[in-house]
């Protein structure tokens, strides 16, 4: 344990996918995603590997991972996507969230709860519950509507059909965070589907798409980031840089035989190639490592990308 909040966590809860495809239950929601090309080759097996293949890349940093299996049945296409129906935090809360899609609320299960807290030791002290709103037609989806500083307990959140603003103040309310809830539209004018694949929180720097932000909040949103200036650098990108996922990344704490306590910049190929090269540099001046690992099928199909695949479990404080 430790006595104090940490932004970045040290382990990752993530899930195997057993039927991952195009879900056409989020596709009114989420533009990101393009359905699978005929005659190309099985998008679940692809997905799979590429899962596999980013968490190799995270235990080669030193980020513990546990590894869920999702059940082949009910098929769930989107089950590798665990952040959006629990998180864990650092107070032992876990919270679990209403979902719109009716596929996606089978992802909840109380058995991978079980293995990720026995396995990571985790230990919850208490439980938000809120998933009647589902009854409701009221959303929050996890860290992907909510992106977190835990450091200043600030909450962002882009209004969306999945990120319902009562819900986030009703969260803010029960975790002790202030609640900043913005809009923020794509080239085309659609909101984002989630906060998360057009900003992130790490511990020295933050990145946000600010130009994508209604300029009624656009300041708002902006001067609460700079907050922190002496701490924590904001990186500004474009609309173009989150169409590539560039938005869509999470710091992750680890240790380095060299460099001791250590961060690591977890990215998709996809996103890294989309970066300026100034930027890029910014970044590595802001974590130890960058790791950017390929995940192109996930993204296309999924519409989602590696920040998405990954629920924080943070060490709890005393």
């Keep these: 344990m430790t006595s ?7 382990a990752v809860f993530m899930v195997e996918p057993a039927a991952f495809g195009f879900n056409a239950q989020t596709a009114a929601s989420n533009a990101m995603q393009q359905p699978a090309a005929a005659g190309g080759s099985a998008p679940a097996a692809l997905a ?18 546990l590894v ?38 089978l992802e909840r299960r109380a058995d991978l709860i079980a293995t990720v807290c026995a396995a990571l030791d985790f230990q919850p002290r208490r439980r938000l519950d809120l998933t009647a709103h589902e009854d409701e037609g009221r959303f929050l989806e996890g860290t992907g509507s909510l992106v977190l500083d835990h450091v200043a307990r600030v909450a962002y959140a882009c209004r969306s059909p999945r990120t319902d603003e009562s819900l986030v103040r009703e969260w803010s309310r029960a975790m002790n965070f202030e609640a900043v809830v913005f809009d923020a539209t794509d080239a085309r004018g659609q909101p984002y589907y989630h906060t998360n694949v057009m900003m992130w929180i790490g511990s020295r720097c933050a990145m946000a798409c600010l130009e994508a932000i209604a300029p009624a909040d656009r300041e708002r949103v902006r001067g609460k980031l700079r907050e922190r ?13 989150v169409a590539a996922f560039a938005g869509n990344m999470i710091e992750l704490a680890t240790w380095d035989e060299a460099l001791g306590d250590a961060t690591v910049l977890v990215m998709s190929a996809t996103a890294r190639a989309a970066l300026p090269g100034a930027i890029l540099q910014r970044l590595q001046g802001c974590v130890d ?26 060490e709890l404080t005393v």
């Excluded at 799979?48 to 991972?65: C, D, I, K, N």
């Excluded at 869920?68 to 129906?85: E, H």
Aim: aromatic share 4%; charged share 25%; proline share 8%.
């Design 48 to 65: 799979s590997a590429e899962s596999a293949g980013l968490r190799r890349a995270l235990e080669s940093e030193g980020v513990r991972v």
């Design 68 to 105: 869920g299996a999702d059940s082949a049945l009910p098929a769930k296409p989107d089950a590798l996507f665990p952040n959006n129906w629990v998180s864990f935090h650092a107070d032992g809360t876990l919270v679990l969230y209403p979902m719109l899609a009716p596929n996606r609320r």
């Design 4 to 10: 104090r909040v940490r932004q970045c966590a040290s």
């Design 229 to 241: 200036e002496r701490e924590r650098e904001l990186i500004e990108i474009d609309r173009a840089a």
């Design 289 to 314: 490592s960058i790791l950017a690992v390929p995940v192109p099928t996930i993204e296309r199909v999924g519409g989602g990308s590696v920040r998405c695949m990954l629920a924080e479990v943070p």
